[in-house]
């Protein structure tokens, strides 16, 4: 008997590879928003509607670079324009987080993105497979500040929301430990008349802490004190404790043991906050949260997210009692505990 002939399988289904198309070419959106933002188009279109040349002009591009990038904002939603030939302009979202004029300012969270961040996404598979290549510790000082100045602008939501989120009335000294620029500590004083706070931080970014306190008028009411969370003795006298964006440095057992080091100099019925892109069980909700893991991925030798449930099982390990769970601003929520 002769083996049967073969042919190709037929399709049972119209499948539509779209979505690995739009995921695999995301990294085009991506740079198309970074030069936008590198060669001044929203800046640009923040003077008013122009027509290509106008443009070209403000942006000291040829008419062909400018249509490039114009034409990709377009597509993307960030620019409007009127008709094929008619002026561009900034759509609301560009215009309030992009072109410097806005209530919020996410420029310097671009830079540092294009700058710090793409540059080691390249290096993802190796990140996983056998940790990063650098750590965004080991950055020099310039590239510190733009790492600074982005995490701080991404986390500039978050940070203003805290303090609507819990109630901080009655508490008097909190510990803002790994505080970077000291934007969380700035926000909860702001919101509560009778609080001060002590931001811990190591050296290069103790003293853009210290410039942000002195710009915000709050010299006297936040304090920077250059330390380590993981050695060295704690600044005592506290009675509300904040970790803010620094527990996806670490592995679950460091940060078992800074939660540890925190119980130790925490007073009875001691506030503890711990700010996060924390995620549902699965570690895949919020979808920006479970993103975030490669970004930590890639820059950090622990650098992971965890799961709200993770967080709690550290707690309850380490003197603490978990006391709610809250929205802040996107991805990011807080997981507030008592000392018990």
Do not use: C
Not at 90 to 110: C, I, K, Y
Not at 130 to 137: C, D, F, N, S
């Amino acid at each position: 008997m002769s083996a049967p002939v073969t042919t190709a399988a037929e399709p049972t289904t119209s499948l539509d590879p779209e979505p690995i198309l739009r995921l695999a070419s995301g990294f085009m959106a991506a740079k198309h928003l970074f030069a936008a933002h590198e060669l001044g188009l929203f800046e640009a279109l923040a003077e008013g509607p122009a027509r290509l040349d106008a443009l070209a002009a403000r942006t000291g591009l040829t008419s062909r670079a400018a249509r490039i990038s114009a034409d990709a904002m377009v597509a993307l939603g960030l620019v409007e324009r009127d008709g094929v030939d008619g002026p561009y302009r900034n759509g609301a979202v560009a215009g309030a987080f992009l072109s410097g004029q806005g209530p919020a300012d996410l420029r310097p969270l671009l830079t540092f993105w294009d700058r710090i961040s793409y540059p080691a996404w390249s290096h993802l598979a190796r990140a996983l497979a056998t940790g990063p290549p650098t750590e965004i510790l080991e950055l020099d000082d310039e590239l510190q500040a733009v790492a600074s100045a982005g995490i701080e602008a991404i986390l500039a939501g978050p940070a203003s929301a805290l303090p609507a989120a819990v109630d901080l009335r009655g508490r008097r000294r909190l510990l803002d430990v790994g505080g970077g620029t000291g934007s969380w500590s700035i926000a909860a004083v702001r919101a509560t008349e009778q609080l001060t706070a002590t931001v811990l931080e190591l050296p290069a970014v103790a003293a853009l802490a210290r410039e942000r306190a002195a710009a915000a008028g709050l010299a006297r009411r936040v304090d920077v004190v250059v330390g380590d969370a993981l050695a060295g003795d704690l600044p005592g006298g506290h009675d509300v404790f904040l970790l803010a964006n620094v527990a996806h440095y670490w592995s679950p057992a460091t940060n078992r043991a800074v939660l540890d080091r925190l119980r130790r100099v925490a007073p009875p019925d001691g506030l503890l906050l711990l700010a996060d892109f924390w995620t549902d069980a699965g570690h895949a909700r919020p979808v920006q949260a479970a993103m975030m893991a490669g970004e930590f991925a890639v820059h950090l030798a622990d650098g992971d997210v965890y799961s709200v449930d993770e967080v709690g099982g550290w707690l309850a390990q380490t003197g603490w009692r978990v006391d709610g769970h809250h929205p802040l601003v996107g991805p990011q929520s807080v997981v507030v505990a008592r000392a018990v």
